[in-house]
Each structure stands twice: as structure tokens, then as C-alpha cells.
């Protein structure tokens, strides 16, 4: 296994120092709007994005890590993550991805205060085996079996390509909130799918792919990348593959057209 790469010089907590950032403040405050009422005042967030240093773009599927604190995160379809809740003081992140070799940063945050950063990792110097996929059953197909399995089970609403291609939504909320039991609640500029049976303040838990995605990212996900929808109102209705740290609050399962 090669060596980890280490980047343990602390960080910047000034966005203004990265060039290469992804996400902008604005971006930021929206990001962590939701959490604000359940959080400490003084709680810090990490939000990033980990690309690849060789073509700068996003690693999906990349595992976060906080060491020691037993904390760790997905990241999205396009590289992003968040990591919420966390006290001041400062940590040692580890990030891995398949194909690339891991790496190591040490960060600084203060009380209350959302850093966001960008994470590059280095393609490891060799090919993986080429993989043969025989029969004509094209990739997203074989993906969407058990899409098309809970679909034809009744529970739950779903939501096809189809569909979304002929409302033509703006934003994925526009046509989240078609669905009979889910509502628009806009807060601090930025619109989110409620459940309407949940209480306030709880909102639904998001997945993107397969993986527990940050609520930010998971609905600002182009409409026009979306594959297909399942949209689950309540743990009753929630099957277990989707049973997550905040899935009582519902569950969004999102697929993608550009997920491998």
C-alpha cells in the first residue's frame, strides 16, 4: 500500500485563500441553515470538495475521515461533503478514494465558524485490471433493478426520468413537491423538501447513489442529472436500505445519470 500522502500544515480559514474552492459563502450559509436550530451556537462545520490533482475533477464515493473522533463522511456524485456539529480546536482529516492514494490534512476551526475547503488526491500509479461486463444489459439498467423492485413494491413515491424531463423542473424541489405528503419550506433564501406529517425542524434524510449525502448538495442536484427518485414519508414506508442516522424525518433517494 503506498505511503499517505500528508498535508499537515493547518489551513487557511479564510475562503478567500483558496483559489481553487468550489463553494462560495453563500453556498456556505445555506449549507448549514437547516442544521442551525439543533446545533450549539458555538458548533464548526467542514464543508469541501476532493477532486483528483491530475484532472481537478470530483472523487465520488471518497470517505472523509475526522480521526479520533469517529465522525466521517460520504462524498456526493461530484466530490462534495459536509461535516457538521463539530466543536473548535484542531483535527487531522483522512481522506481515500478507490484508485487513489489516501492523504491527511490538519485543520484549525474556531468556535462557530464554517470552513470550507477543497481536498486533491493523487491517482495511484498503476491501471486496475480491465473489468469484461458481458450480455447487452447496459450499466444504469443493472443499477435500477432494485429502483424498479421497491417501484413495483407500492411503498413509497417514485419518480422516473420521464417524468422529470416533462416538467421541466428549474430545481429538483420543483418537482419534489408534486408529490402527494411533501411540501416547500424556504428558509434564509433557500428553498427544502418537508415532509408534511413531520414535525418542524425535521426534514428529510437525503441519499444520493446509494450513500447518505449532505442535504445541501443532495437537492441542488441538477434535474437534468437525475435518473430517478424515491421518495419515502416516514420510517413506516422507509426500507431498510435506507435507514439512516435522520431517516424518521423521511428518506430522498436520489439517482444520477453521471454515478458509474
Known amino acids: 500500500m503506498p505511503p499517505i500522502r500528508s498535508r499537515l500544515a493547518p489551513i487557511a480559514v479564510l475562503a478567500a485563500a483558496l483559489p481553487f474552492l468550489y463553494l462560495g459563502p453563500p453556498a456556505v450559509r445555506s449549507a448549514v441553515a437547516q442544521g442551525r436550530d439543533t446545533l450549539p451556537a458555538d458548533s464548526s462545520a467542514l464543508l469541501g470538495r476532493v477532486v483528483s490533482h491530475a484532472t481537478h475533477e470530483g472523487i465520488s464515493g471518497a470517505r472523509v475521515t475526522i480521526v479520533d473522533k469517529g465522525l466521517a463522511a460520504i462524498t456526493d456524485s461530484t466530490g462534495r461533503f459536509a ?5 473548535a480546536g484542531v483535527f487531522v482529516i483522512e481522506i ?18 464554517v470552513l470550507t475547503h477543497g481536498f ?3 491517482p495511484l500509479p498503476f491501471e486496475l485490471p480491465e473489468i469484461v461486463v458481458k450480455g447487452k444489459q447496459p450499466p444504469f439498467a443493472r443499477r435500477f433493478a432494485d ?30 413537491v408534486t408529490i402527494r405528503g411533501v411540501q416547500q419550506i424556504c428558509i434564509t433564501n433557500d428553498c427544502v423538501a ?67
Open 83 to 87: 461535516i457538521t456539529g463539530l466543536r
Open 147 to 176: 429502483f424498479e423492485r421497491r417501484r413495483q413494491a407500492g411503498l413509497g413515491s417514485f419518480l422516473t426520468q420521464e417524468e422529470i424531463e416533462r416538467a421541466n423542473p428549474t430545481s429538483l424541489i420543483d418537482v419534489l
Open 194 to 260: 418537508k415532509m408534511v406529517r413531520s414535525p418542524p425542524g425535521c426534514y428529510p434524510q437525503y441519499y444520493i447513489d446509494g450513500q447518505e449525502a449532505p442535504p445541501y448538495f443532495a437537492r441542488h442536484t441538477p434535474p437534468h442529472d437525475v435518473r430517478g427518485v424515491e421518495v419515502y414519508r416516514g420510517s413506516s414506508e422507509t426500507p431498510g436500505e435506507f435507514q439512516g442516522s435522520n431517516s424518521g424525518c423521511g428518506v430522498i433517494a436520489i439517482w444520477t445519470k453521471s454515478s458509474p
Open 120 to 122: 486533491d488526491l493523487e
Open 96 to 113: 481515500g478514494g478507490v484508485g487513489y492514494a489516501p492523504g491527511s490534512w490538519q485543520v484549525t476551526l474556531a468556535p462557530g465558524h
